[in-house]
């Protein structure tokens, strides 16, 4: 029983909060397994962002879109040459198109982030081409704590760890953020990027629109553009949260 109905979810215009006990879990076509999509464009997002569960030998495929995974237990085959074997902080970064399988060598809970790709424009293409840079983003496979983490403007009690590489080809990036207790955002932000984000450790209070939510391991929430937004991790422990932004592009798309 929901106690009456009481849940710490809540769902408003500019964002979302959801707890585990109103999480739903849903079949889609090729996962031999559940899903639990915590956010999708049916909210306004512009990507899709959901925890896959596996029994051994469960699988997904590829959904056409770039694709990010993360695997937050278990340990699960990536259908690459030589096969990639993932476990707890293995992420990989599939580009649109690639239609690699992931099953699993055992139970496990993946998260999954899918976004339909925009391309740059011709003129920012043969910019970056002619600064030998690439325009199209790449496969890449990695754990994240092998990733030396950075200091957010300077604070050494929030370290954050940026899995996708810092390049104008990927239309988004995948982080972790790792607080220290007591340590908290140096700023209210409000920003064109949305987030999606998933509470990996510990707890705090985040600030969203104009409320303060408890938050805590294993809660998820979506910031829409422009939603004001402040974390503090409250007690003795650390806190640390998975978090997606799109980023690298123009908001007036170009064709
Ligand atoms: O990357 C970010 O915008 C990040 N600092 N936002 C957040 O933690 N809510
Ligand atoms: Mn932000």
């Given at each position: 029983?929901?106690?009456?109905?009481?849940?710490?979810?809540?769902?408003?215009?500019?964002?979302?909060?959801?707890t585990?006990?109103?999480?739903?879990?849903?079949?889609?076509?090729?996962?031999?397994?559940?899903?639990?999509v915590?956010?999708?464009?049916?909210?306004?997002?512009?990507?899709?962002?959901?925890?896959v569960?596996l029994?051994?030998?469960?699988?997904?495929?590829?959904?056409?879109?770039?694709?990010?995974?993360?695997?937050?237990?278990?340990?699960?085959?990536?259908?690459?040459?030589?096969?990639?074997?993932l476990?707890?902080?293995s992420y990989?970064?599939?580009?649109?198109g690639?239609?690699?399988?992931?099953?699993?060598?055992?139970?496990?809970?993946?998260?999954?982030i899918d976004k339909?790709?925009?391309?740059?424009?011709?003129?920012?293409?043969?910019a970056?081409?002619?600064?030998?840079?690439a325009?199209?983003?790449?496969?890449?496979?990695?754990?994240?704590q092998?990733?030396?983490?950075t200091?957010?403007?300077?604070?050494e009690?929030?370290?954050?760890?940026?899995?996708?590489?810092?390049?104008?080809?990927?239309?988004?990036?995948?982080?972790?953020?790792?607080?220290?207790?007591?340590?908290?955002?140096?700023?209210?932000?409000?920003?064109?990027?949305?987030?999606?984000?998933?509470?990996?450790?510990?707890?705090?209070i985040?600030?969203?629109?104009?409320?303060w939510y408890?938050?805590q391991a294993?809660?998820?929430?979506?910031?829409?553009?422009?939603?004001?937004?402040?974390?503090?991790?409250?007690?003795?422990?650390?806190?640390?949260y998975?978090?997606?932004?799109?980023?690298?592009?123009?908001?007036?798309?170009?064709?």
């Open positions: 029983m929901h106690h009456l109905g009481l849940t710490r979810s809540a769902n408003r215009r500019d964002h979302l909060l959801l585990p006990d109103t999480f739903i879990r849903t079949p889609l076509p090729g996962l031999t397994g559940s899903a639990i915590h956010v999708s464009p049916e909210t306004g997002a512009g990507f899709t962002m959901m925890t569960e029994e051994a030998n469960g699988s997904f495929s590829a959904s056409g879109q770039q694709r990010f995974i993360y695997v937050l237990e278990g340990h699960l085959q990536l259908d690459s040459q030589p096969l990639k074997e476990t707890a902080g990989a970064y599939l580009p649109p690639a239609n690699r399988r992931v099953k699993a060598a055992e139970p496990s809970r993946v998260i999954v339909p790709f925009e391309p740059l424009d011709r003129a920012d293409s043969l970056l081409q002619e600064a030998g840079e325009c199209e983003p790449w496969f890449l496979a990695g754990k994240e092998d990733i030396p983490p200091a957010l403007n300077g604070d009690d929030l370290q954050v760890r940026s899995m996708l590489p810092a390049s104008m080809a990927f239309d988004f990036a995948c982080n972790t953020m790792s607080y220290a207790p007591g340590a908290s955002l140096s700023q209210v932000e409000i920003h064109y990027m949305e987030h999606g984000l998933l509470m990996l450790e510990g707890g705090g985040y600030r969203l629109g104009d409320e408890p938050v294993g809660d998820f929430i979506w910031m829409a553009p422009y939603c004001p937004q402040w974390f503090c991790a409250v007690g003795k422990q650390p806190a640390k998975l978090i997606y932004k799109n980023f690298n592009r123009h908001t007036l798309k170009q064709a």
